[in-house]
């Protein structure tokens, strides 16, 4: 009786499959709207969207999401909800982001 190795083709799967859960993984730890001085970004999944506070025309801070209207016309859902990750379940988590957002804003 032999003892048989694994073939390669499933070890290349679980590899894969292993090596695509990192990277899903690690681009969900880096979700959010992050903010400085000079701007701000949104960081989704597929996609990240940055703009600087001088093309920002105003910021609307309602009971349920943070949006940016832009001069150009567009505006920018950020990632800051009553239902995101970080303030689910906790409404005074949303309430200090909405007002640290305002904050920033009205400095820039």
Do not use: H, Q
């Amino acid at each position: 009786m032999s003892i048989a190795g694994a073939g390669v083709l499933p070890v290349l799967a679980t590899g894969a499959v292993l090596a695509s859960a990192v990277v899903i993984l690690l681009r969900g730890w880096s979700i959010g709207t992050y903010v400085n001085d000079e701007a701000m970004t949104v960081r989704r999944m597929f996609s990240s969207t940055a703009c600087r506070w001088s093309n920002v025309d105003r910021v609307e801070c309602s009971e349920r999401a943070v949006v940016l209207y832009l001069a150009d016309g567009s505006m920018i859902l950020t990632s800051i909800t009553v239902n995101s990750l970080d303030t689910w379940l906790r409404p005074t988590a949303y309430d200090a982001a909405v007002i640290a957002f305002e904050n920033w804003a009205r400095k820039n």
